[in-house]
């Protein structure tokens, strides 16, 4: 493609960050297209811009706010079925909670979808550039291109991004990772969006209820065979109705009156039983992951870096071993709380992303 192709494809949700992120493309000279990815999320679409019936991101009512927005910025928009692509993601959510992970599909989106599938489609029309709402940063370090933390620490999205190919930084274009979220409400306002106040999504798209053990049941049945639930010493403590109700972590829902706080500190699909224990054996010390992806070279195969093991963490410092077949070992300075089998595992340094796998164990 061209070095003077402005063209750019922008991922357009119907919400406040995609919206800006189009409008602000525009006026920087882009050739903006709009895109938005429809997944099969049933919903009657809203009578008016900017509904507020569902905090998704891939609802009927978020299709019709997007093209809206395209339509008052004057940009070509375009929605195009991903409804059967979409369906191995929800196969994938399903296959982690009953095999006794946790998974993230938030990080698999973007990687199959957003810098998947809209590569493919800005290909297809030529586009040089993709775009979307997230709040994170592509900048130039020691000549190479690297990602960073959005400026709004609240809001920084960087951990649900390390998946992205490190080839496509010189093309990814993150147009609001320089604002914080009221700016961008306040921009949205100034140029007239109804969905300048419209909710953030809050839920997983195919799961509006939060009933996750829902949709696993529909796709997994044998999750939900009655097990043991059993404390660090192997000693049964009660049943339970199916390891696809569980999380490490999880305190509600285990139906155990043991006297003082328990929590799930394991989950075992092989003898489907369910660990339990106090908050102190939640701590770990260290964590094996897979699937390593590195976004910066010439680390070496051992480093420190901060380490976040979920979306919320407070990156941690750890001692990160890169070990051969793309797995790792990280070592934490001091224990950390609940690592997650299938969650995923990202190693900053200070704001710069150096790269992620997904938990395999902890000890």
Not at 130 to 147: F, N, P
Not at 297 to 305: M, V
Not at 336 to 345: E, F, L
Request: charged residues 25%; aromatic residues 8%; contains cysteine.
């Amino acid at each position: 493609m061209s070095e003077s192709n402005r063209k750019v494809v922008v991922a357009m949700s119907g919400g406040v960050d995609s919206s800006v992120a189009a409008c602000l493309l525009r006026d920087q000279g882009y050739d903006v297209v709009g895109l938005f990815m429809r997944v099969g999320v049933e919903e009657p679409a809203p009578v008016e811009e900017g509904s507020r019936a569902h905090q998704g991101c891939c609802s009927a009512s978020d299709a019709a706010d997007a093209r809206f927005v395209a339509g008052k910025l004057d940009i070509p928009f375009f929605a195009l079925n991903f409804q059967r692509d979409f369906a191995e993601l929800i196969d994938y959510f399903s296959d982690e909670y009953a095999a006794g992970r946790t998974p993230n599909p938030c990080v698999v989106c973007n990687h199959k979808f957003k810098f998947g599938k809209i590569v493919e489609y800005a290909d297809a029309v030529g586009a040089r550039y993709i775009a979307t709402g997230h709040y994170a940063r592509i900048d130039r370090q020691d000549g190479a291109l690297v990602l960073r933390r959005g400026v709004d620490a609240s809001k920084d999205q960087s951990y649900v991004l390390f998946g992205l190919d490190p080839t496509l930084l010189e093309r990814v274009l993150f147009p609001i990772g320089h604002l914080t979220k009221d700016e961008v409400r306040a921009h949205a306002r100034r140029i007239g969006l109804a969905v300048s106040d419209k909710p953030d999504s809050v839920e997983i798209c195919f799961v509006p209820d939060r009933d996750y053990a829902r949709v696993v049941k529909q796709r997994r049945p044998d999750a939900f065979r009655e097990g043991d639930v059993v404390d660090e010493h192997g000693e049964v403590l009660g049943r339970h109705k199916g390891i696809g109700h569980f999380t490490v972590g999880q305190r509600r829902g285990l139906g155990i009156a043991a006297g003082v706080p328990i929590y799930v500190t394991s989950v075992n699909a092989a003898t489907n039983t369910v660990s339990v224990g106090d908050r102190d054996s939640l701590l770990k010390s260290a964590l094996t992951a897979e699937r390593v992806t590195m976004l910066v070279a010439g680390l070496g195969d051992c480093f420190h870096a901060g380490v976040k093991i979920r979306y919320l963490h407070t990156a941690a410092p750890a001692t990160v071993h890169l070990q051969p077949d793309a797995r790792c070992r990280v070592v934490f300075d001091e224990p950390q709380s609940a690592p997650t089998p299938g969650q995923a595992v990202v190693f900053y340094d200070n704001d710069t992303v150096l790269g992620g796998a997904w938990i395999t164990a902890a000890a």
